[in-house]
């Protein structure tokens, strides 16, 4: 059995032909992004929407992004790093090791959520003070919260889990994953927020019974026969070897989703302070635009990534090329897109979130300054996570850190001392800190790609 699991592996990640894979894994993960969008993105329509406080009840749940970012960024430093792991053992022929990196990572996903939900259940007020929120916005904030926070162990299952899935070149099971709990979430969200009557908390709810559901799904398909990587009890155990280094490579997406939780806070407080509650609806908005723009880009990125950690560690630098040039490609593509839809018409986005005509303004103005370079985020994507199938977890971290932490949040403190328009400045950040982010990684990973390679064509 093991040597069929074997064989077939080969066929689809050590030989077909790279473009028709990468788009045959790609497009499930793509789409798993694009559905795993739903469970935030339709919050956000419906909660816009509710008559009366729909304006003030959208800018108290973006005040709990922070929070909700924390707990996919642990996911992800699980889950991101101990899936290209067992993706590198799988093109080595160590299945076990596989076997056991996938237990290991299960083991601390699961004592991690235990932890989070009491932290998060216990200082939840003080946090989204902190984060930004006012007397009028805590109130919403913390209806969501209190509910989503009990979730936290679904969320996590589903997230870090999934990409065990991936690993296996099984995308089209991993997109399932994720479409069935968003689909679910989809159907609830009007149900317990309009008929119910429950606004913010039914929205809530929804959530964590579609986040549920996809955990189990992903804990099921594991656990079964239909799975190469299978999740058995001998192997659920806290396996220091095994979690040490799934946890370095796992940092890189986990700063990434970490500071994105400080990121948000700084630019609420910012944003608060020159804008009001206004301000920080629009940039709630925001957020979602660029997740469109991101999330993406991330599920193609994820689709190569099993293609290029297998070849790795087949040691196949001539497929490992032309997976990063289809990568690249079909990024720019969908980033140059998404960014002119942007720039052409940043209203007609804006109105899908609320119909509220100051906040449809500022956002149609934010937009375009926010989202200047957006076409950035094709060779930051593409690159950042091909460092992480690659096993480079300290570039990985440091372009990690990069973006936000030494370019971004410091530019959204100091611009304003240099711009007469305090709340232009703030947004004028994002392009800023996206143009050299981009331009750093950009020539890192031409670089250091190039050294790997030749390392590998000295050997073969």
């Not at 997109?175 to 159907?187: C, E, H, K, P």
């Not at 949040?409 to 703030?426: C, N, S, T």
Request: with cysteine; proline share 4%; net charge positive.
């Amino acid at each position: 059995m093991a040597a069929e699991e074997k064989r077939k592996r080969e066929a689809d990640l050590g030989s077909d032909p790279v473009g028709p894979l990468l788009v045959r894994l790609a497009l499930p993960t793509i789409c798993a992004q694009v559905v795993n969008l739903l469970y935030n993105i339709v919050d956000r329509v419906y909660i816009g929407q509710i008559p009366g406080e729909g304006k003030v009840a959208l800018t108290g749940m973006g005040v709990t992004f922070p929070v909700i970012t924390l707990i996919a960024a642990f996911a992800a430093l699980i889950g991101m790093g101990g899936a290209p792991r067992a993706s590198i053992a799988l093109g080595a022929g160590e299945h076990e090791r596989a076997e056991r990196t996938l237990g290991a990572c299960t083991a601390a996903l699961w004592g991690l959520a235990a932890v989070l939900t009491v932290v998060f259940l216990l200082f939840q007020q003080p946090l989204l003070r902190l984060f930004g929120a006012s007397s009028d916005t805590l109130p919403y904030a913390m209806q969501y919260l209190n509910i989503y926070v009990l979730g936290t162990v679904f969320v996590m299952t589903a997230l870090g889990l999934n990409g065990f899935i991936t690993a296996q070149g099984k995308s089209a099971v991993a997109m399932q994953t994720v479409l069935i709990g968003a689909a679910l979430n989809v159907a609830l969200d009007p149900v317990f927020i309009f008929v119910f009557g429950m606004g913010v908390r039914g929205a809530a709810i929804a959530t964590v019974i579609s986040q549920a559901v996809s955990a189990v799904w992903v804990v099921r398909f594991l656990s079964g026969g239909k799975s190469d990587l299978h999740l058995k009890k001998t192997f659920f155990r806290l396996d220091k070897g095994l979690l040490l280094p799934a946890v370095a490579l796992g940092a890189s997406p986990f700063v990434m989703q970490a500071t994105e939780s400080l990121l948000t806070v700084t630019f609420n407080v910012s944003l608060r302070k020159y804008g009001g509650d206004l301000a920080v609806g629009a940039m709630t908005i925001l957020t979602s635009v660029a997740q469109m723009l991101q999330m993406p880009l991330l599920g193609l990125t994820q689709g190569a990534q099993p293609i290029l950690s297998y070849n790795y560690g087949a040691g196949r630098p001539e497929r490992m090329k032309r997976v990063v040039q289809y990568n690249l490609l079909i990024a720019c593509a969908f980033s140059f897109a998404v960014w002119a839809f942007v720039q052409l018409s940043p209203q007609t986005v804006a109105r899908l979130f609320n119909q509220d005509p100051a906040l449809v303004d500022m956002t149609a103005w934010a937009l375009r300054i926010y989202l200047a370079v957006g076409f950035t985020t094709a060779f930051q994507t593409v690159f950042q996570q091909s460092f992480v199938a690659l096993g480079e977890a300290k570039i990985s971290l440091f372009l990690a850190l990069e973006r936000k932490i030494i370019l971004l949040i410091p530019l959204i403190l100091v611009l304003p001392r240099f711009f007469e328009d305090k709340l232009f400045a703030v947004f004028f950040a994002e392009p800023v800190a996206d143009f050299l982010a981009a331009a750093t990684t950009t020539v890192l990973f031409l670089v250091r790609f190039r050294q790997i390679l030749r390392g590998m064509e000295k050997r073969i």
